[in-house]
T-cell receptor, first 111, second 112 residues
Framework: GEDVEQSLFLSVREGDSSVINCTYT??????LYWYKQEPGAGLQLLTY?????DMKQDQRLTVLLNKKDKHLSLRIADTQTGDSAIYFC???????????FGKGTKLSVKP | KAGVTQTPRYLIKTRGQQVTLSCSPI?????VSWYQQTPGQGLQFLFE???????NKGNFPGRFSGRQFSNSRSEMNVSTLELGDSALYLC???????????FGPGTRLTVL
């Protein structure tokens, strides 16, 4: 079946940039998403990118998409301690409609 | 606009019991999806409803069922609970099928 993979952990210093990477296998994906989950909470939609775009910027967030390599990344500029959370990459499974999630990357931000 | 709401937020049940979870989508959203989140399996799709019809179903046993009402609110039911059903159950709504999904805070189910 279709799969989404992410590294499990990332640790950065406050003020640095964070880059979270994701690879996916579904070549029919239309949209790719980044969600954030804080402890005890649901998923917060951070941003998404249409599959025919290479880049999308939204304030401190930059999403890069390499469709040829099926590689997606999320860059968080000037990372703050409040950014500590688990970040999930998801693809929309093409025509299926349900989201296929990676296992999540736990971002730890050290002061 | 109010976000997706889920009730109850926490639930403790024993094996063999059944449970019903409720989800109210964002006003105007017509599609509701359910996901199960566990430490071992991560986030897995359960089912999707649109216009009171199940449009898509994940790979879960028949003990897991759901429905959607005419006001787009949705419920999911798990019968004959097993220890492995302990999880965070997340509901997501979207304006229509295959649109961006917005998640609720989840219902934490513990099966003893």
């Amino acid at each position: 079946g279709e799969d989404v993979e992410q590294s499990l952990f990332l640790s950065v210093r406050e003020g640095d940039s964070s880059v979270i990477n994701c690879t996916y296998t579904d070549s029919s994906s239309t949209y790719l998403y980044w969600y954030k989950q804080e402890p005890g909470a649901g998923l917060q939609l951070l941003t998404y990118i249409f599959s025919n775009m290479d880049m999308k910027q939204d304030q401190r967030l930059t999403v890069l998409l390499n469709k040829k390599d099926k590689h997606l990344s999320l860059r968080i500029a000037d990372t703050q301690t409040g950014d500590s959370a688990i970040y999930f990459c998801a693809d929309d499974g093409g025509s299926q409609g349900n989201l296929i999630f990676g296992k999540g990357t736990k971002l730890s931000v050290k002061p | 606009k109010a976000g997706v709401t889920q009730t109850p937020r926490y639930l403790i049940k024993t094996r063999g019991q059944q449970v019903t979870l409720s989800c109210s989508p964002i006003s105007g959203h017509r599609s509701v999806s359910w996901y199960q989140q566990t430490p071992g399996q991560g986030l897995q799709f359960l089912f999707e409803y649109f216009s009171e019809t199940q449009r898509n179903k994940g790979n879960f046993p028949g003990r897991f069922s759901g429905r959607q009402f005419s006001n787009s609110r949705s419920e999911m039911n798990v019968s004959t609970l097993e220890l492995g059903d302990s999880a965070l159950y997340l509901c997501a709504s979207s304006p229509n099928l295959q649109n961006t999904q917005y998640f609720g805070p989840g219902t934490r189910l513990t099966v003893l």
